[in-house]
């Protein structure tokens, strides 16, 4: 076995990046009294998998052959309904070097679309899918925290589905990402009706955005209730997005009473970048 110390020699790299390593699950440990020890056998793979890592990673990030690989796995082991094997999946994919965004926009996000698609054909019954709908969110409860940002958050953002929505998985992914990107999320769940959105908003701390997530079409006008409420308790530099399969473009976005549409979670990441970068240009001048 070898200590932290001896890891960093061999890898050329500083102590702390290979405690990181190890926090962050890239690289198997043991607690052995107070100091983590690695076994020389998980080093040399580690260092195999960082090299081919280094050169797929691109590729994955953007939904390559390496990328649709680790969902299939992820796939069959959901579909067991083995919640171990699921895990093992995904810390497989982080210790082979991906982040924590392509674990979920290219491998869970996915998978979980694909089994809906299965469910729908009638490839798979519904306890099949249900089961592993329940399995992702206890796994992204248990990955995320590991690389939520610590220290002063950079405001609240607030999503939720309207009332007659039943779909809170996707708001709760999202949540988790918007987490690792140093946001405090107010993730409200499914079927919520408008008011209670609008409350949210009156008891919420530092506003930034909040997003409203439909993704059945009968839910559309509940959605434009819940924007409307949130307007009428809501700090004026608030921005109010919608997203999810039932809405379509900017144009619907504004029909519907919001500022803005976003057709997914990197969209939503980048412009709430965006606002802020503005509002703090136009606090400096
Ligand atoms: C899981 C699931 C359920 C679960 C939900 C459990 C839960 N806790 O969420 C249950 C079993 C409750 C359910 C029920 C129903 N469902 Co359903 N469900 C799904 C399934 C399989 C996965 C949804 C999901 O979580 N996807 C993961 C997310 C991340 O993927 P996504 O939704 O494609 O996300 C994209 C955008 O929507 C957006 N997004 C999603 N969430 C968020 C959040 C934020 C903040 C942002 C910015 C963006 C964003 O980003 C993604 C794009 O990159 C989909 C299949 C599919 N193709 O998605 C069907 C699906 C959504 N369901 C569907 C249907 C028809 C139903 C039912 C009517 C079935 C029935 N006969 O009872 C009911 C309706 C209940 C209701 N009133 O809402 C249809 C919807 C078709 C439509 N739009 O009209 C789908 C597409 C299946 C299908 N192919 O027919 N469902």
């Not at 926090?23 to 040399?44: F, H, T, Y």
């Not at 691109?58 to 796995?73: F, T, V, Y």
């Not at 992820?74 to 982040?99: C, I, M, N, T, Y």
Request: charged share 25%; net charge positive.
């Amino acid at each position: 076995m070898l200590t932290l110390q001896e890891v960093a020699e061999t890898l050329d790299v500083h102590y702390m990046t290979v405690y990181r390593y190890v926090r962050e699950g890239m690289l198997p440990s043991v607690r052995v009294n107070r100091s983590w020890q690695i076994s020389r056998a998980d080093l040399k793979e580690f260092q195999s998998n960082k090299k081919s890592g280094n050169k797929t990673s691109s590729k994955a990030r953007h939904g390559g052959r390496n990328a649709a690989d680790w969902a299939n796995r992820f796939e069959s082991r959901l579909v067991d309904g083995d919640e171990r094997g699921s895990l093992a999946v995904l810390e497989a994919a982080l210790r082979s070097g991906k982040d924590i965004r392509s674990i979920y926009i290219d491998i869970v996000m996915p998978t979980v679309v694909e089994i809906g698609k299965k469910w729908h054909r009638g490839d798979l019954d519904i306890f099949v899918e249900h089961r592993a709908s329940r399995i992702v969110i206890r796994l992204i409860s248990q990955i995320t925290p590991r690389f939520a940002r610590r220290g002063v958050d950079r405001g609240t953002i607030i999503i939720g589905a309207p009332e007659g929505d039943l779909h809170g998985l996707g708001i709760a992914i999202v949540g988790d990402l918007l987490r690792c990107e140093g946001w405090r999320v107010s993730d409200l769940g499914a079927n919520l009706p408008a008011k209670e959105f609008g409350l949210a908003v009156k008891n919420s701390n530092n506003l930034v955005a909040a997003c409203v997530v439909a993704t059945m079409s009968g839910a559309l006008a509940e959605t434009a209730k819940c924007i409307a409420a949130m307007r009428a308790t809501g700090d004026a530099g608030a921005k109010y997005f919608v997203a999810g399969l039932a809405t379509e473009s900017q144009d619907h976005a504004e029909k519907l009473g919001a500022d803005y549409w976003v057709g997914g979670p990197q969209e939503l990441i980048s412009s709430l970048d965006l606002l802020t970068q503005k509002t703090s240009q136009t606090t400096v001048s």
